[in-house]
């Protein structure tokens, strides 16, 4: 209802319309503002004084012509007036919605009828404030338009839906509250404007005042107006005009206005009418339709811009990072060259500076000898050594002359650091998919969890990355040939999913996609290894592929976190193994000695109950009911031993999640448990109880609260179902001669959230106590 309001304001006074009357524009306004904005035309600007001195056909004449008048000019008397040879020289004024509202070119004479019926100056011209159009007004004035009843009574009924309080009609700015309301009047007042507008004296005194409220009451008790004929005001509409389009009277017909025109009875095109009507609010329907659906779509994609900004953001950081580790490896690399530099420096230096020491302290020594043998005075014996001396000396002398008095070493490093490309790179580093340069498609992302495996057949499904803004004409899958052989093309088209048949069985595949357009093709995608089923005898569910580690928070991983690989927890099944890098290394033997087959899956949102919200992968669920809603797991499982867990994420208010497996057409409304297809444990903070088909057994000690996880053990060899609290199992066996396809199972309301955990080994202690059972 609030979106109509603007539809019952006048566009003069900005309030909701008072008498208001119908345009031949079909626009509606205010009698007292229509009274407001007319304007004196002078008389040279007349229809009568244009027809008389023939200047044409009329402004009015035009409006008859393209059917935007609702009278003729030959019925109304009426013409249109397209404009003024001049501005008026009166003063005017701007109402609230901007609208120019031109005073009366002179006081109306005193006269029995209200203000705004009153009769006009001569020659007046009223312009529509919505489409401008122009009119001169006959004799008859305002009068001459017929009343918008209709409106009227829209009017009085939204005003009673609101139930709002009362606001003074009088009132020129912000519109105090109603004190009174006039009967005779059948205006409200506030005590300002009753004071100045209906005084208590002359013939105002005999008007009855009464409460707003009481008011209100009686207007809307009194019965409606009828409307009359415009050209004879005290008979009553009773047939319909076709080629004028407005109802007339019994009278207009006898003296022959619309003699000739095609009349038929008001009821009957009143029906006519409310059905055309009806017809033109369905389609109008169907495009309001169409833009609320719209705006849900333009909101989604706020949301979805918001997530991939999170995404891109992240990927980008981690590029940024990736590239600063390797700068800081090779930093520490060329740091350690330097150092290897220095060090052989020093050891050169160091090695000279002894060597000369040593042959320093020699000549000094012999230096010293020779000035002792000089100072002898004995010539035979100085005679005897003095060659020798001499010979030693020279000899001694020659050695400090062959470069041994050169450094070995220069003091400056012969190192110098090119980074002129690096930094060059680093400047020119840009997203390739938003340059002109590079229209190469982005690599597209293997959507892990869509892709699975079927006996021999094997489905894979991918998607181009978030904001890639470089389109793909098409994609290409390529397969080895199942022993490690060539890649060959097994697919190219536009579709984002292929099914891959007639495989052999029990082998190893490696399959990679890459995109294409008219510029060139983009990388390939990271490589995923498949393995088809050892037999066609399976009856289990197919096994998707998990999802990756860096978005689940496993509990018990695998050392090689390189790889995740699923292996086949059904005969028949296959498993995927994710390749991180190039390096064709695989885990299956890894993974084949722990001897503990695992499953990977998710929460299932087509056979879910409907009020059940799911986020994070289908992997974390809650609901939007203070109702127990029921969702299950999409793997079902019949043979061979299963865990998984769940953690607790919001645990408001003491709630009552139970968790546990159920058939597939388990009842979805009610807490799990409460029929005969489903087997759980339902648990509050304080204890838990153990239940099927309504039935309520082995009430245990200790909850949940938020953070607690939840372990579910199904054993189909031994054909139990086992419950487990925070690592601790939670009283004896729940369940036994559990036989079937059983399907994972929980039942929340709004005040739980629990996030699902699998691909989990079997607990240890449980493997052990099996072991020696």
């Known amino acids: 209802m609030e979106e109509m309001e603007e539809e019952l304001k006048c566009p003069v006074c900005g309030s909701f319309y008072r008498e208001p009357i119908i345009l031949p524009c079909s626009h509606n306004i205010c009698q007292a503002c229509a009274r407001n904005i007319l304007v004196q035309t002078p008389e040279s600007e007349s229809p009568q004084s244009r027809r008389a001195s023939g200047s044409g056909v009329s402004d009015y004449d035009y409006l008859d012509l393209d059917k935007m008048s609702l009278y003729s000019e030959a019925d109304s008397g009426y013409g249109s007036y397209g404009g003024f040879a001049s501005a008026p020289t009166t003063p005017c004024q701007k109402s609230p919605n901007g609208v120019r509202v031109f005073p009366p070119a002179m006081p109306p004479p005193a006269t029995h009828l209200s203000p705004a019926l009153a009769s006009v100056p001569r020659n007046s011209c009223i312009t529509c404030p919505q489409c401008h159009r122009s009119l001169i007004l006959d004799d008859r004035g305002l009068r001459g338009f017929p009343k918008n009843r209709v409106l009227e009574g829209v009017i009085d009924r939204y005003q009673q839906s609101k139930a709002a309080a009362l606001k003074c009609q009088l009132c020129e700015k912000a519109p105090k509250e109603a004190t009174v309301m006039c009967e005779q009047c059948d205006v409200f007042y506030c005590d300002p404007c009753r004071l100045r507008c209906h005084p208590p004296r002359g013939p105002l005194a005999k008007h009855r005042l009464v409460p707003p409220a009481q008011g209100r009451v009686s207007r809307r008790l009194s019965p409606r107006k009828v409307s009359t004929c415009t050209d004879h005001e005290l008979e009553n509409h009773s047939m319909y005009c076709v080629q004028c389009k407005m109802p007339v009277c019994y009278q207009c017909l006898e003296e022959g206005k619309h003699s000739s025109h095609e009349v038929k009875a008001l009821g009957a095109m009143w029906k006519l009418h409310k059905s055309q009507l009806s017809q033109a609010l369905n389609g109008l329907s169907d495009r309001a339709k169409e833009a609320k659906e719209f705006l849900v779509q333009l909101r989604n994609m706020v949301q979805q811009i918001q997530e991939n900004s999170v995404e891109f953001e992240a990927c980008l950081v981690a590029q940024c990072d990736a590239l600063i580790d390797a700068l800081n490896r090779r930093k520490a690399q060329l740091l350690a060259r330097v150092n290897k530099e220095h060090e052989h420096k020093l050891k050169v230096v160091r090695d000279q500076i002894s060597h000369c020491t040593v042959k320093l302290r020699q000549t000094t020594g012999l230096m010293e000898y020779c000035l002792e043998v000089i100072k002898e005075n004995d010539p035979s014996g100085f005679l005897q050594i003095s060659d020798a001396l001499i010979r030693r000396v020279h000899l001694t002398e020659d050695q400090w002359g062959k470069g041994t008095l050169t450094p070995r070493m220069t003091t400056d490093f012969d190192l110098s650091l090119d980074n002129s490309p690096l930094l060059q790179s680093i400047h020119q580093l840009d997203f390739v998919q938003m340059k002109a340069s590079s229209p190469v498609p982005a690599t597209p992302i293997l959507q892990l969890e869509d892709c699975c495996t079927h006996n021999n057949s094997a489905t894979l499904s991918w998607k181009q990355p978030p904001l890639s803004t470089v389109p793909a004409e098409g994609y290409i899958l390529e397969l080895d040939d199942g022993n490690g052989g060539q890649f060959r093309e097994v697919y190219v088209g536009k579709e984002t999913m292929c099914t891959v048949d007639g495989l052999h069985f029990n082998s190893t595949y490696n399959a990679r996609i890459k995109a294409f357009n008219k510029m060139g093709v983009s990388q390939y995608s990271k490589t995923l290894v498949l393995q088809t089923s050892e037999d066609t005898d399976s009856e289990e569910q197919t096994v998707p592929f998990p999802v990756p580690s860096e978005r689940l928070p496993l509990r018990r991983m695998s050392?090689?976190?390189?790889?995740?690989?699923?292996?086949?927890?059904?005969?028949?099944?296959?498993?995927?193994?994710?390749?991180?890098?190039?390096?064709?290394?695989?885990?299956?033997?890894?993974?084949?000695?722990?001897?503990?087959?695992?499953?990977?899956?998710?929460?299932?949102?087509?056979?879910?109950?409907?009020?059940?919200?799911?986020?994070?992968?289908?992997?974390?669920?809650?609901?939007?009911?203070?109702?127990?809603?029921?969702?299950?797991?999409?793997?079902?499982?019949?043979?061979?031993?299963?865990?998984?867990?769940?953690?607790?994420?919001?645990?408001?208010?003491?709630?009552?999640?139970?968790?546990?497996?159920?058939?597939?057409?388990?009842?979805?409304?009610?807490?799990?448990?409460?029929?005969?297809?489903?087997?759980?444990?339902?648990?509050?903070?304080?204890?838990?109880?153990?239940?099927?088909?309504?039935?309520?057994?082995?009430?245990?000690?200790?909850?949940?609260?938020?953070?607690?996880?939840?372990?579910?053990?199904?054993?189909?060899?031994?054909?139990?179902?086992?419950?487990?609290?925070?690592?601790?199992?939670?009283?004896?066996?729940?369940?036994?001669?559990?036989?079937?396809?059983?399907?994972?199972?929980?039942?929340?309301?709004?005040?739980?959230?629990?996030?699902?955990?699998?691909?989990?080994?079997?607990?240890?202690?449980?493997?052990?106590?099996?072991?020696?059972?």
């Open 559 to 773: 050392p090689f976190s390189s790889t995740l690989n699923l292996q086949p927890s059904f005969p028949g099944r296959a498993y995927f193994d994710f390749r991180s890098s190039p390096h064709q290394l695989s885990l299956h033997s890894s993974l084949q000695s722990l001897n503990a087959p695992v499953a990977w899956f998710a929460f299932d949102p087509g056979s879910a109950h409907s009020d059940i919200i799911f986020s994070n992968d289908n992997l974390t669920v809650t609901c939007s009911s203070y109702d127990d809603r029921v969702v299950l797991g999409k793997t079902g499982f019949s043979k061979g031993v299963h865990y998984w867990e769940l953690t607790v994420d919001r645990y408001d208010n003491h709630p009552d999640p139970a968790f546990g497996v159920a058939r597939i057409d388990v009842m979805k409304d009610v807490m799990l448990g409460k029929d005969d297809k489903a087997w759980a444990m339902y648990v509050d903070n304080n204890r838990s109880w153990f239940m099927h088909n309504n039935s309520h057994t082995n009430r245990t000690e200790g909850g949940i609260t938020k953070g607690a996880t939840i372990g579910v053990l199904l054993d189909f060899n031994r054909k139990t179902l086992t419950f487990f609290i925070n690592d601790e199992q939670q009283g004896p066996i729940a369940f036994e001669n559990v036989e079937g396809l059983f399907f994972p199972a929980v039942s929340l309301n709004r005040n739980v959230q629990v996030t699902l955990h699998t691909g989990l080994q079997v607990p240890d202690f449980y493997s052990s106590r099996a072991s020696i059972a």
